[in-house]
Structure formats: structure tokens, C-alpha cells
């Protein structure tokens, strides 16, 4: 029998990119969709789903105060999906009290196995140290509320691993960086190497959000050396680089928005 679930995301790409992953995997009824925080509270309230899928980052109230809402309010509480492109805090906390946590732009492999992990959670008995988890996971918000206001030193260097040399590469100086099987590459006009960075994440923490843009959940692009947007199939955008190789990278489904916006296509 199909769980029933919320999408709460302040881009309306994002929540239609889900809601499609959603459907076409099976196993989930999508009750509806919210665009805010505020929204989020009274449809939890209304509907009371098995699963909402949260995003981490929007404007005014954010994921982790919805939750702070439904506790104050005494709402029952739903299993929580985090969404994030770039909070390490919901990947932390999806440790304490959440199913698990999804990466934006989504990947129709990771929404399956999530969809797994819900299923799991909801067929397995109550836990007992429901309110113990609850409880770590309001420390978390107040860690992060305190980490927010705490400058963090951006030096515009990255170090890359280049034949057996640590390098110190200018940010402005790095085309792209991409993953592949948890390792991280990073591409500049006359450097390849490798990030100690586990994550893109975790290396986009260390960069400059007005100068790269997550393009793909596989590719971290910096917007200075994008050299030609190339139209591609079903009204989808290619990226092709200034590096030597002119690298062609792709723009996911729910990137196409900030795309256009970008470039006024």
C-alpha cells in the first residue's frame, strides 16, 4: 500500500522534479504541495501524511522551523525527507530524527532508495525514543542557528592534488569541478587534480555562491567560464566550458529556471 506524502519547496522546479521521481517510482500517494514554511505547518496539519519531503533552505521559515512549529503546536509529527543543495546541518540531522536526506538537483536512483527507507521506517514498530530524538534534533537547529551567525574565513583558495603536488588554485581560476564514485575532480585552464573534499558540498562551502552554480548533481560549474549554452533534447541546455577540452556538461531538469534566469534565455 502507497505511503502518503507532502513536497514543501519554495522553487516550483524542484517540487515538479520530485513530484515526477515521486510517480514514476510508485509506492507514494502526493497529497500536495507547499511552497513555504507556513504552508508546510497547516498542510501537515490538514492531511497529516506518513512522509513530507522538506526542503532545508526557504525564506522565512525555514525546514528546521516548520519542525520547531509542529512540536510547539504538538502536530503529529510526520517522517521527515530532508531536501538540500548545500546545508550540511540536514545531512546531520536527518541522522537524529529523519528518514533520510535527498540532494538537489534529485537523482531518480537516490529518490527510489529513499522510497525504501520511508517504507521501511513506516512498517517498523513505534521507537520508544521518539521524544529523546526530538529533542537532539532541536540542538541541532540551535547549533545551526549559532553557526549561521558565525563569519566564515574565505581565503579564495582551493587546494587541489596534482601529481603528487598540493596546489593552491585561485577560485576565479577553476572551470568546473565534477564527482564520480565519491571522487572529486576539479578542472582549470592548465590544472587537473583532485579535491580533498568529500562532497560538492562541502567544496562549494569553500567558493564563492555568486560566482558557481550546482548545474548537474554531478557538476559544479563556475559561471565566468561557461563559453556557449547549447540546446539539447526535450527543451534541456548543455554548458560547454572554455577549458581545452570545451567540456560539455549538462544542466539537470531542475537547474533549467536558474539557467534562463542566468542568462535572460
Given at each position: 500500500?502507497?505511503?502518503?506524502?507532502?513536497?514543501?519547496?519554495?522553487?516550483?522546479?524542484?517540487?515538479?522534479?520530485?513530484?515526477?521521481?515521486?510517480?514514476?517510482?510508485?509506492?507514494?500517494?502526493?497529497?500536495?504541495?507547499g511552497?513555504?514554511?507556513?504552508?508546510?505547518?497547516?498542510?501537515?496539519?490538514?492531511?497529516?501524511p506518513?512522509?513530507?519531503?522538506?526542503d532545508?533552505?526557504?525564506?522565512?521559515?525555514?525546514?528546521?522551523?516548520?519542525?520547531k512549529?509542529?512540536?510547539?503546536?504538538?502536530?503529529?509529527?510526520?517522517?521527515?525527507?530532508?531536501?538540500?543543495?548545500?546545508n550540511?546541518?540536514?545531512?546531520?540531522a536527518?541522522?537524529?530524527?529523519?528518514?533520510?536526506?535527498?540532494l538537489?538537483?534529485f537523482?531518480?536512483?537516490?529518490?527510489?532508495?529513499?522510497?525504501?527507507?520511508?517504507?521501511?521506517?513506516?512498517?517498523?514498530?513505534?521507537?520508544?525514543?521518539?521524544?529523546?530524538?526530538?529533542?537532539?534534533?532541536?540542538?541541532?537547529?540551535?547549533?545551526?542557528?549559532?553557526?549561521?551567525?558565525?563569519?566564515?574565513?574565505?581565503?579564495?583558495?582551493?587546494?587541489?592534488r596534482?601529481?603528487?603536488?598540493?596546489l593552491?588554485?585561485?577560485?576565479?581560476?577553476?572551470c568546473?569541478?565534477?564527482?564520480?564514485?565519491?571522487?572529486?575532480?576539479?578542472?582549470?585552464?592548465?590544472?587537473?587534480?583532485?579535491?580533498n573534499?568529500?562532497?560538492?558540498?562541502?567544496?562549494?562551502?569553500?567558493?564563492?555562491?555568486?560566482?558557481?552554480?550546482?548545474?548537474?548533481?554531478?557538476?559544479?560549474?563556475?559561471?565566468?567560464?561557461?563559453?556557449e549554452?547549447?540546446?539539447?533534447?526535450?527543451?534541456?541546455y548543455?554548458?560547454r566550458?572554455d577549458?581545452?577540452?570545451?567540456?560539455?556538461?549538462?544542466?539537470s531538469?531542475?537547474?533549467?529556471?536558474?539557467?534562463?534566469?542566468?542568462f535572460?534565455l
Amino acid at each position: 500500500m502507497p505511503f502518503t506524502a507532502l513536497i514543501i519547496d519554495d522553487e516550483a522546479l524542484a517540487r515538479q522534479e520530485l513530484q515526477y521521481l515521486l510517480e514514476r517510482a510508485g509506492g507514494v500517494e502526493v497529497l500536495g504541495q507547499g511552497t513555504n514554511g507556513i504552508e508546510a505547518v497547516e498542510l501537515i496539519r490538514t492531511h497529516k501524511p506518513d512522509v513530507v519531503f522538506l526542503d532545508v533552505q526557504m525564506p522565512g521559515l525555514d525546514g528546521f522551523g516548520v519542525l520547531k512549529k509542529l512540536l510547539d503546536r504538538k502536530i503529529q509529527m510526520p517522517q521527515v525527507v530532508f531536501a538540500t543543495a548545500f546545508n550540511q546541518y540536514a545531512v546531520r540531522a536527518f541522522e537524529v530524527n529523519a528518514v533520510d536526506y535527498l540532494l538537489k538537483p534529485f537523482d531518480r536512483k537516490r529518490v527510489m532508495q529513499t522510497i525504501e527507507k520511508a517504507t521501511a521506517r513506516l512498517s517498523a514498530p513505534a521507537e520508544s525514543a521518539g521524544d529523546a530524538r526530538l529533542d537532539a534534533l532541536l540542538r541541532l537547529m540551535e547549533e545551526q542557528a549559532q553557526a549561521a551567525q558565525t563569519p566564515k574565513v574565505n581565503t579564495g583558495k582551493v587546494i587541489v592534488r596534482a601529481q603528487s603536488r598540493l596546489l593552491l588554485v585561485d577560485q576565479k581560476d577553476i572551470c568546473f569541478a565534477s564527482i564520480e564514485e565519491g571522487t572529486i575532480s576539479v578542472f582549470t585552464q592548465t590544472v587537473e587534480g583532485h579535491s580533498n573534499c568529500r562532497t560538492l558540498e562541502e567544496l562549494m562551502e569553500q567558493l564563492n555562491p555568486e560566482m558557481f552554480w550546482r548545474a548537474h548533481r554531478s557538476f559544479l560549474v563556475n559561471i565566468q567560464h561557461i563559453r556557449e549554452v547549447v540546446p539539447w533534447f526535450k527543451s534541456s541546455y548543455q554548458l560547454r566550458m572554455d577549458d581545452p577540452k570545451r567540456t560539455e556538461i549538462p544542466v539537470s531538469r531542475a537547474q533549467t529556471k536558474r539557467l534562463r534566469e542566468l542568462f535572460n534565455l
